[in-house]
């Protein structure tokens, strides 16, 4: 049977329709992409990617109806357990990065409280009361049940619900609150920016980490095949510019903004494009992010290159203070 057979052998699931440009409010669309569950082949529909005419946002449409998303995320869906999966030298290179992302983020200032939301085990969280920051005034949201217990066991303050349900935090609390590769999940970005400078305090910082549509790796391959779609569970890509749209619109000022490398999107792309476009399932395997280290520090090489150089990457990470 042929990738696409399987693909088109899956069960269709129920939409929904989405909604105004979630950045600017318009409802002016170009088409600029149709794309399928390419990664978890749990779903046989089409997904349509349009571009806001007014700002540059992207948005699915239409969205997986709510009682599909058990489907769409599977059990074995999870970063959580990627960083399991991922090479002992890949998880020491990620953990340096990590720490320079951090003092990058921060300005070098410290953190007293912290809510890193879609916090997976925790890993942030324990980092940052590594720096010193008050472990009763740490905390994590997430959704994942595993990954939500093996934080809890290791004494970590986690609640497993969106943040936009979690009533438990008080407004003002936060000195700096994270999302990395998050905010393009959710159905609501706007209400979710909302919500969380209402959590920060006065001078405190939101570090957004997402995919970046306005990129070289999108614009090529951005009609099927592109990593970063991670249809149907990527509902919102932002710019750069429409990212900052969103922060500046809600309150927030602008701190600062870089590229980060988008190795993984890199190497998913070229997965999709061996096995779905070309039908070559073996090669395609070879390019899997998780089987291949060489081709994942090339990659990550090539979007350091890029980054040095002054160019987009497909991931940016920008960081905007509570002005008032
Ligand atoms: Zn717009």
Not at 33 to 49: I, V
Not at 190 to 210: N, P
């Amino acid at each position: 049977m042929t990738a696409n057979a399987r693909l088109a052998a899956q069960p269709l699931i129920g939409t929904a329709p989405s909604r105004a440009c979630a950045v600017c409010g318009q409802q002016s669309w170009r088409e600029v992409g149709t794309a399928q569950d390419y990664e978890y082949e749990t779903c046989s529909n089409m997904w349509n990617f349009r571009s806001c005419r007014e700002c540059g946002h992207v948005q699915m449409d239409p969205l997986p109806a709510p009682e599909a998303l058990p489907t769409i995320y599977p059990e074995h869906y999870y970063s959580y357990q990627m960083e399991k999966a991922i090479h002992p030298v890949a998880r020491w290179a990620k953990h340096r990065l990590d720490r320079a992302k951090f003092r990058w983020i921060t300005g070098g200032r410290p953190v007293t409280s912290y809510l890193d939301v879609g916090c997976g085990d925790g890993r942030y969280l324990r980092m940052m009361i590594g720096q010193g920051a008050d472990p009763a005034r740490v905390h994590g949201v997430e959704l994942d049940e595993r990954a939500v217990q093996a934080a809890r066991a290791g004494g970590l303050n986690v609640l497993q619900r969106r943040i936009e349900d979690a009533q438990e935090f008080e407004p003002g609390s936060f000195d700096l609150i994270t999302l990395f590769h998050v905010i393009e999940h959710v159905a609501r970005p706007d209400e979710v920016v909302s919500r969380l400078h209402s959590l920060l305090r006065v001078g405190g910082l939101l570090a957004l980490e997402t995919p970046n549509f306005d990129c070289l790796d999108a614009q090529v391959s951005g009609k099927r095949f592109w990593g970063g779609y991670h249809t149907p569970r990527h509902w919102h890509l932002f710019t750069s510019a429409s990212l900052r749209q969103l922060l500046i619109a809600r309150g927030f000022t602008i701190e600062r903004q870089r590229f980060q490398t988008g190795h993984a999107f890199l190497l998913w792309t070229l997965h999709h494009w061996l096995k779905y476009g070309k039908e070559k399932k073996k090669l395609a395997e070879w390019c899997h992010p998780l089987n291949n280290l060489p081709l994942l520090a090339l990659a990550t090489s090539f979007d350091m290159a890029r980054i040095l150089l002054g160019r987009k990457t497909s991931a940016v990470l920008v960081v905007a203070r509570k002005s008032a």
